[in-house]
């Protein structure tokens, strides 16, 4: 019984001591650099590309969806030639599975781009799969990745190490509502002069959690030789 205490008083001090970090992390920059390095600004793509990729995450319609479906779109009509890959697992024989495909697709074309670019990779189901299994004419065409930024890193280095030589990405980052605009917009004169530092605590605090779980997938998928 003693013994018992003393492991579960252990396990508290430890998870005491994380929890005052996680919170502390919170007030520094710390959480952005970690998440801005996931992106892979040094990454990028110097030339136009012959591909863009859209890697399908958690499909549409969510968020994460939409953003790569609306920079991928962006992206399409400065490089008219470039054609489309939309990589989300489904299975073309099965109309309900390949819907994600075909929503996302559909994103694509209300914003005027061309059926006729637009292919898929519908056979994997992770991110190393779907590097496995991209189809491109020669593997040192220049390809450009769109993904969210704490994926970026991984999706580029799990498609140099399936022997894809020219890769850059266009990680989707978010546009946040400056300080100035959110006063304009909850129109009140008792609003905290603290909006800034309140809102960067819990999106700092999102980051820490979007940034643990990456490295965590990071660190299986160098364990299993996959990048």
Known sequence: MEVFRRSFLYFLSILGVLTVLFIGLSFTHI??????????PHFALNQPPSYILILGGAGMPSADGLQRTHFAAAIAKIYPEANIIIAHTGNFQKKDSIKQLRLMAHELVIKEVDTTRIGF???????????????????????????????????????RKAGFSNVGGVPTFETPINEESLRKRVLSDDISENVALRYNIWSYMIYEIKVLREYTAISYYWLMEWI
Request: proline share 6%; glycine share 2%; hydrophobic share 40%.
């Open 31 to 40: 959480p952005y650099k970690a998440y801005h390095h996931l992106s892979a």
């Open 121 to 159: 990779e519908f056979m994997g189901t992770n991110t190393y799969t779907q590097a496995k299994n991209v189809f491109l004419k020669t593997k040192d065409a220049p390809l450009l990745v769109v993904t969210s930024p704490e994926h970026m890193l991984r999706a580029i280095l799990t498609l």
